[in-house]
């Protein structure tokens, strides 16, 4: 009798992972199909440009200028901050950490995939569809610019300032896996660089305090001793311009963004925030 029962719930979990695993396939299949719609259809109001060279041209020449004036100073002052702003960047420095948005974005897109979608309304599929995009974007441009900075970090090597009495301001140690030869450019400041860059241009009108807010968490790491400031400059502005990339890209396919006429991504008509939100408590 139990071996009957066993058998039972055996085929029930094989059906139920069967179902899960066709489910999955054919989500992806047809957002792959989606996708392809919407970039040979052109979504956007104007052609897509990315401006990268620019950019990065005067990123390093703000990172060196940065490098060069303060990095040998702050080294030098590190351990020497008063101690109430040291116990303030303690509490703040751990938001500049990823897991807390990747891992809700990241949940809500993997089980939109698990999701019978022919079981709910036009309606309901429209606003669902809403908040996986969202939640993908803002789960790209945070996971893979710090994907990004990681490898880079490991590549390069610089010293931390744990090590500067030692070493100084610009001791490297390229493809070291010891953790304090990690230094350039910041994961936290990437982290904070990239999600307040994605919320300033979803809201265009929090630019500046998102801006304020990147560039305070970044300061944060250099209070702590975890990083110089030409560590920080780098991460933020790489950071932000990924979440830029990242826009540009679903600009491309008419999701979530748009361009304006300039090339810039702009959030598109039905996307605000308070319009998804009264949606879904209706």
Do not use: C
């Not at 610009?170 to 350039?184: I, K």
């Amino acid at each position: 009798m139990k071996v009957v029962k066993s058998d039972k719930m055996t085929d029930r979990l094989r059906s139920a992972g069967g179902g899960l695993s066709d489910r999955w396939r054919s989500n992806i299949e047809t957002s792959r199909s989606f996708l392809n719609k919407r970039r040979l259809q052109g979504k956007t109001d104007h052609p897509t440009r990315v401006h990268g060279i620019r950019y990065f041209i005067l990123l390093t020449m703000i990172v060196v200028l940065v490098a060069t004036v303060l990095d040998l100073p702050v080294g030098q002052y590190r351990n020497q901050w008063p101690s109430f702003i040291l116990n303030w960047a303690r509490e703040l420095t751990d938001i500049g950490k990823s897991g807390w948005i990747l891992v809700p974005t990241g949940v809500v897109v993997l089980v939109a995939y698990t999701l019978d979608w022919s079981r709910f309304r036009a309606r309901t599929r429209l606003l669902m569809a809403k908040w996986v995009a969202l939640s993908a974007y803002v789960f790209l441009a945070v996971g893979v610019s710090g994907l990004i900075a990681t490898i880079v970090k490991r590549l390069i090597g610089r010293a931390r300032p744990v090590h500067f009495e030692e070493l100084g301001a610009f001791a490297f140690r390229p493809f070291s896996a010891d953790a304090s030869f990690a230094s350039f450019p910041s994961g936290h400041s990437t982290t904070a660089g990239a999600f307040f860059a994605a919320v300033a241009i979803f809201f265009p009108l929090l630019r500046f305090p998102a801006l304020v807010l990147a560039l305070w968490l970044g300061f944060s790491r250099i209070l702590v001793g975890a990083h110089y400031p030409s560590d920080v400059i780098a991460g933020v502005a790489f950071g932000a311009w990924y979440a830029y990339f990242s826009a540009l890209f679903f600009a491309r396919y008419g999701i979530i963004f748009t361009t304006d006429a300039s090339g810039w991504p702009v959030r598109r008509r039905g996307y605000e925030l308070t319009k998804i939100l009264r949606w879904s408590r209706n």
